[in-house]
C-alpha cells in the first residue's frame, strides 16, 4: 500500500508538471523564453513613429499601395497587425503611428537600397529590424553568394547611417529565427544558420540596442504545440506564431 500511495504521488506529480508545460499561456511562454535578455527596453514618447523593417516576416501580405499610418491594409497579416494592436490598446494617449515597410525576399542590402525612402523619409522615432533569414535561406535556394561576413558588415553599416541620419532614433533589433523539421528548414541550415543568429544579438550588444530573442520564444512554444502549429513552413509564422511574436516584441517597450 505504501508503495501504490508513493507511485500514485510521484504519477500525480509527473502529470501535473506536464499538464503545466502543455497549457502554458503565450504571455507565459514569452517571459519563460525572454527572461532577462531583452533587459534593455525603448520607452515610448507621445506622437512617436513606429517602423517595422524586415522580409516576408514582417511584410506578411501588406498592402503597398496604403501608405498611412496604423491602416490595417498596410499592416499585413502578420505580428506587425498584432504588436501595433497591442500598442495601440496599451498607449491610446501617445497618438502614436506605425508603418509596416516590410518586403518579402529580402536581405540586409537590399533594405539599404530602399533605406532612403522606406525608412529615413518617414522619420520613425522607433525602428524595429527583423532581417537575417533570407540572408542565408538564399544561399540554399536561390544561388545567393553573401556570406555571414556581408550580413554583418551590412548590418552595422545600416546601423550606422542611419544613427547618422535620424539623431536620437531607438531602434530595436529582431532575431532571425528558424523552426527545424517544418517544410523549409532542414539539416541543411545547421549548424551555418545559427551564425546569424548570433551576429544579431552580438549587433544589438555592440550598439546598446533592445534585442527580441525570437529563437528562444519559438524553441519554449515548442513545448506546447509542434512546429507547424506556430509556423507555416518553419519560417513564416502562422496566427499564433504571429500573436507569439507580437507578445515578445511588446515586451522590449515600456511607456
Known amino acids: 500500500m505504501k508503495n501504490f500511495l508513493l507511485n500514485s504521488r510521484r504519477n500525480f506529480i509527473k502529470n501535473a508538471a506536464i499538464g503545466t508545460v502543455a497549457t502554458l499561456s503565450i504571455p507565459q511562454i514569452v517571459s519563460a523564453a525572454v527572461g532577462t535578455s531583452s533587459a534593455k527596453k525603448v520607452e515610448l514618447n507621445d506622437n512617436d513613429i513606429i517602423l517595422f523593417q524586415g522580409d516576408s516576416i514582417t511584410d506578411w501580405g501588406r498592402d503597398k499601395s496604403k501608405t498611412e499610418a496604423n491602416n490595417p491594409s498596410s ?20 497618438n502614436l503611428k506605425i508603418f509596416n515597410k516590410g518586403i518579402s525576399g529580402n536581405k540586409v542590402y537590399q533594405l539599404a537600397e530602399r533605406w532612403d525612402t522606406d525608412c529615413i523619409a518617414l522619420k520613425p522615432t522607433v525602428l524595429s529590424i527583423h532581417i537575417g533569414v533570407n540572408d542565408f535561406w538564399h544561399t540554399l535556394t536561390s544561388g545567393y553568394k553573401g556570406t555571414i561576413e556581408n550580413y554583418i558588415a551590412d548590418y552595422k553599416k545600416l546601423i550606422e547611417s542611419t544613427h547618422k541620419a535620424l539623431p536620437g532614433i531607438k531602434i530595436i533589433i529582431c532575431e532571425p529565427f528558424a523552426v527545424k523539421g517544418v517544410r523549409a528548414v532542414d539539416d541543411k541550415w ?28 519559438y524553441d519554449k512554444a515548442l513545448e506546447t504545440a509542434p512546429g507547424s502549429y506556430w509556423t507555416t513552413d518553419g519560417v513564416h509564422p502562422s496566427i499564433a506564431g504571429a500573436k507569439l511574436m507580437a507578445e515578445a516584441w511588446v515586451q522590449v517597450v515600456k511607456g
Not at 499585413?76 to 494617449?93: D, R
Request: net charge positive.
Open 75 to 94: 499592416l499585413g497579416n502578420g505580428y506587425v497587425i498584432h504588436t501595433t494592436g497591442a500598442l495601440l490598446v496599451k498607449y491610446p494617449h501617445k
Open 190 to 217: 545547421y549548424p551555418a544558420f545559427d551564425a546569424y543568429r548570433q551576429a544579431a544579438r552580438d549587433i544589438a550588444t555592440q550598439y546598446g540596442l533592445p534585442f527580441v530573442p525570437y529563437q528562444s520564444v
